[in-house]
Every structure is written in C-alpha cells, then in structure tokens.
C-alpha cells in the first residue's frame, strides 16, 4: 500500500447520508473489532456498538463533538476503556485505528468524537450502566460525496526537524543520517497523522537501531488518544516502506526540557 493512499484514506468524515448501514455490514465490522479485543488480548477495552444515531446526536448536541461540533451520523461506535490507565487509552484508541481501517474497506466513513465533557447523566442515557467509561466515540456511515472541484485546505505542519531528534529531545538529527536509513520518507508522512485539533503533540528520538515516542504535555495534560493513532500509523506506514516491527510501551518517568513536560510512550526497533 502507498503511504499517501493509507493517509488519504484516513480523512475524517464530517457529513453523512441519511441512510443506515446494513445490519450485515454492520455485523462484520462489529465481529472485526471482537478480534482486535482478542489480538491485542489484555481486556482493557472494548468496542460497543450505539446503532440509534438519532437519538446519539440528540442527547449529545451541544455537548460533545468534533472540535466542539457534534457530528450526526447514522451510526456510532463507543470505545469502553475498562480500567483507568494511560496504557488502556493507547491502546483503545490504536485498536479504533486499525477498526476504521476495516471500516473504510466497506466505502464508509468515520469521525473521531470526543464526549469527554459530557455529564455522567447523559452517558448513562446514551449506553447505560458499563463497567468502564467512553470519552470517545467514533461517527461511522456513508459519507455525502464531496465536490470534487473544491480542494480542502492543507493543515499546517510541523517539519521532520520540528519532530524528529536523535539521541535525547532537542537533539537535531541531520537530514542526510534519515536519508541514509531510509526513513526520510516515513517522517515525512508520519507528520499528516491526525491528532486532536491537529496538536501533533508526539515527537520521536533515533536512538542506535531503535525509535522513541514520546509525548507532549498540553494544556496540563496528556492526550494518550493521540499516542495510540500515532502508533498506528506508524507501524502501517514503516510497513509499507518495509520495514516491520511493533511497539513496545514503556513506562519511564516524565521528563521536562526547556519547560515542556514529555511523557514516554514507547520503542519500535529498526
């Protein structure tokens, strides 16, 4: 797969038809998620499936969304975090990643929604009693074709030196060294990932034969959402350029550099 078509295909659908994915398709993509709950194997989410998405939009109108603008679509996909933890949220929100993958095979598209400011009342309507909590649930349908001669403006991005270090945070790493190992490419593309309110708040360090994510504080927090659809793509497009392997998180402590706090998410060998 070309890594500029995986990245197309990752565009958030914001309009949806008013029409019903098919219970068979809806099925299918439902039994996909139950497989990545398996893979990944550690039961710290699971996908949950709100198919009424009138009443999804009415009840949270106003009060979640994307970018503070609920999205109405047919359907929604929950994702349950069932224990509290920076782990559990990373990787729910890769195991959504590689979901929308699957879902964007049936020609349907997906938004990102987060309803973490919702009041406890009005999730309690939305899918009752759980065992853990959703702050994220995902838009799924089909999507209102675009006119193909309007050209959407291009989001700013940070450059591969804004991103991309080596050895410790801060750190340039020339442009000749990434050429050499052929991971210019990937830095390239890795800086279109999608990121909430397009932040791009992770940051990579080139250690020996290893890559280091991290993770920046904003706004006095950190986004493990973001980590997780960092990973993702990530290891999808270091495959497409043949490159294979997985990350392994990690657990080492903050660490603050010219007045920014960075969390340690994980490595991937190379």
Request: net charge negative; hydrophobic share 35%; with cysteine.
């Amino acid at each position: 797969m070309l890594m500029s078509n995986f990245l197309r295909d990752r565009k958030s659908t914001r309009e949806y038809k008013d029409k019903d994915v098919s219970k068979e398709t809806l099925e299918k993509i439902m039994e996909y998620g139950e497989d990545i709950e398996k893979e990944i194997g550690d039961k710290s989410f699971k996908f949950l499936l709100l198919k009424n998405g009138d009443k999804v939009y009415e009840l949270l109108k106003g009060k979640g969304g994307y970018a503070g603008v609920m999205i109405k679509s047919p359907h929604y996909i929950g994702l349950e975090i069932l224990n509290d933890s920076r782990d559990a949220i990373i990787k729910g929100s890769y195991a959504m990643e590689k979901l929308i993958t699957k879902v964007t095979e049936y020609g349907l598209g997906t938004c990102w929604i987060s309803i973490e400011s919702v009041d406890e009342e009005t999730k309690k309507e939305l899918y009752g009693n759980l065992e853990g909590n959703i702050d994220y649930i995902l838009a799924i349908g089909n999507p209102v074709p675009k006119n193909p001669f309007i050209q959407e403006p291009d989001s700013c991005r940070l450059s591969i030196e804004d991103i991309v270090f080596k050895g410790e945070i801060g750190k340039n790493i020339a442009a000749d060294e990434l050429e050499s190992r052929g991971l210019s490419d990937l830095f390239y593309y890795t800086r279109f990932a999608p990121s909430s309110y397009n932040n791009q708040p992770w940051r990579f360090i080139l250690k020996d034969n290893k890559i280091v994510l991290i993770l920046m504080k904003d706004e006095d927090k950190f986004s493990f959402i973001d980590a997780g659809i960092i990973m993702y793509y990530f290891e999808n497009m270091a495959s497409a350029i043949g490159i294979t392997g997985k990350w392994q998180l990690l657990n080492d402590k903050d660490v603050e550099v010219n007045g920014i706090t960075y969390n340690y998410i994980g490595e991937f060998n190379i």
